[in-house]
Nanobody, 120 residues
Framework: QVQPVESGGGSVQAGGSLRLSCLVSPYTDKNKCMGWFRQAPGKEREGVATIDSDGRTSVANSLKGRFTISQDDAKTTVYLEMNSLEPEDTATYYC??????????????WGKGTPVTISS
């Protein structure tokens, strides 16, 4: 059973950076795509970024230039580098993995989430 496990969340001031990590092990056909989603208080969950087994990345338009997704060579750990953070980035960030990069949220496996709080 694949269970994504996130780490790296926390609290930083606006303008700061955070790097989230997620272990998705073992690598199987069912987790060829790994990604990050987030849900802010009172808002719907939204896609942040995804990366597939060929290394192709996709980042939400509103976050391009500030957020970067990457994975290790073993394709079992996915990272989310977040820079120039804004209070609006405050949310619980979820790691997910699936057969393909489903931005509607239909990924096979989900982590429990890691909270990120940005203070102004």
């Amino acid at each position: 059973q694949v269970q994504p496990v996130e780490s790296g969340g926390g609290s930083v001031q606006a303008g700061g950076s955070l790097r989230l990590s997620c272990l998705v092990s073992p690598y199987t056909d069912k987790n060829k795509c790994m990604g990050w989603f987030r849900q802010a208080p009172g808002k719907e969950r939204e896609g942040v970024a995804t990366i597939d087994s060929d290394g192709r990345t996709s980042v939400a338009n509103s976050l391009k230039g500030r957020f970067t997704i990457s994975q290790d060579d073993a394709k079992t750990t996915v990272y989310l580098e977040m820079n120039s953070l804004e209070p609006e980035d405050t949310a619980t960030y979820y790691c997910a993995a699936g057969w393909y990069c489903d931005w509607s949220g239909g990924m096979n496996y989900w982590g429990k989430g890691t909270p990120v709080t940005i203070s102004s």
